[in-house]
């Protein structure tokens, strides 16, 4: 098997040193690969990185990210068929899982290998794109930006469920299961926290979406075409349509305590849901909160402006909304598997031990270099500030710019655009594939203990909450889209006009 937790290979009679066929078809697919990104790199961060940021409006970065998530996808495809020939070779003692076993245990293996080729199909036309190509896209231009975002977040979110779903996280520390964690404190600030992320003046995720509102707003009132009326301004709009997501919020909130209030059971290994009422109530939470998300796209969204929402529908196509879903479904099911099935019996080996510890190390010195860069100076800060804090702020820049000085000049300006906050994510998901990829290459024979996904099987009773862990946090990933959306526009609007309406008097919404 192709998992650290469970790989039925051909046993321990194989010798040192001996390279198995299928060991060795993963080397030279391996080798191909390499030499595929060799010449990826060379077309994404060719010179044409600075034409792309002025002509097309994305962001370079995007493609390589989606260049990263390229070769992931395949990376693991590889693995996966590994897995395969080496379930489908059987061990060399006999007393292998059977035949219906076996084709269970390739039921999920293979979808899998076609969702990650799918990926890398896409993502292969979306690099193949030049500026050549870009400008002669006509009226699909905005679809592409959307699409160059778009791909390598779902791609990373399916490699990660997929990976974990294999076994990987074994070498990181697992919580212990005697421990109660405050879940129903951990998500009501996880929402909060995110409210006010989408909400912030001033970003992306903000400041682009009430751009693009005025600019509509302007348009209508200039070119008032047949059919079409704004009700009320563009404040009144916010706020109503803030107001009609509010049920929508509560429900995803309830829907993600009861998931989190799963997951933790599940983890500390305790019944949940064991009769009839339980189970009805979850459904009845789970309807709630769909009804209440397609309330927020078919209501809520028209409100802010009417034609928003066919502009959704121009962009997002049925592509673009399966990849979503795929990989919200994917990360779901390999969280809930990872939480079903019990932690390995035996301990990782010591050199992932201390590969989790380096990579960790990595992810903290990441993380602090990001935040050093984005310390502001004495003068920035209010001069009724404390002058030791301006003192403290001067010494953190001087010591990030002495270590930045450190790097040749054009590895420091790519290492300190890599480093900026709003692209933090993307190092610190490439630190955590990273592992889990070098756990799952270098699985051998020696595990006793299947794969989650294959694990999932094993009872009916567990299969049963596997599938509701799914679609419940894939539920609450889906809804709590459009809704943050119209929260963040409405609390956006509110932050940018809080002191003209502290003065003028606050708009009704009704």
Known sequence: MDSPMGSQGTGGSRRSGQVSLADLCFLVLAAGLAAGVVRGAREVWGTGLSPWRSWSGTDPFMRTAGLAAEVASIWLALILARGILRLVRGPRSGGGPGRVGLLGMMG????????????????????????????????????????????????????????????????????????????????????????????????????????????????????????????GSLAVRLLRAGIEAVPAALACLWLALVVAHDFERARRDQPWAMGRGGWILRILSLVVALAAGTVVVGVAIPTMHPCLLDGFRGILDTESIAMVLGGFGVLAAGL???????????????????????????????????AMQAVPSSMQIDPAAPAIVGRVCDFI????????????????????????PRRLAWPLLTT???????????????????????????????????????????????????TLMVLGQALAHIRYRINDWTTLGWPSPF
């Open 108 to 231: 999920w293996r293979v979808p899998a290998i076609a969702l990650l080729l799918g990926f890398t199909m896409r993502e292969s036309q979306i690099l193949g794109v030049d500026l050549t190509k870009y400008r002669a896209l006509a009226g699909g231009q905005e679809i592409y930006c959307v699409s160059v975002m778009l791909v390598p977040i779902c791609a990373i979110l399916t490699i990660i469920g997929v990976a974990l779903g294999m076994g990987a996280g074994m070498s990181l520390p697992r919580a212990s299961p005697a421990r109660a964690r405050p879940y129903w404190l951990f998500v009501p600030l996880a929402a909060l926290a995110a409210v006010l992320f989408m909400g912030q003046p001033g970003g992306e995720c903000t400041l682009i979406p009430q751009f693009i509102l005025v600019v509509l707003d302007f348009v209508i009132y200039a070119m008032p075409p047949p059919g079409v009326r704004l009700p």
């Open 336 to 370: 809930a598997a990872r939480a079903l099935v019990p932690p390995p019996s035996h301990e990782a080996p010591r050199r992932l031990r201390r590969l989790s510890r380096l990579l960790a190390a990595g992810m903290i010195v990441i993380i602090l270099l990001s």
């Open 397 to 420: 820049r001087d010591l990030s710019d002495w270590l930045f000085s450190m790097i040749p000049d054009s590895i420091e300006t790519d290492l300190s655009a890599w480093l900026s």
């Open 432 to 482: 955590i594939l990273a592992l889990f990829f070098i756990e799952l290459s270098g699985s051998r024979t020696g595990g006793s203990q299947p794969a989650p996904f294959d694990a999932v099987a094993e009872s009916p009773a567990r299969l049963a909450r596997f599938f509701w862990l799914v679609a419940s946090l894939t539920t609450v990933c889906l809804v709590a889209v459009p």
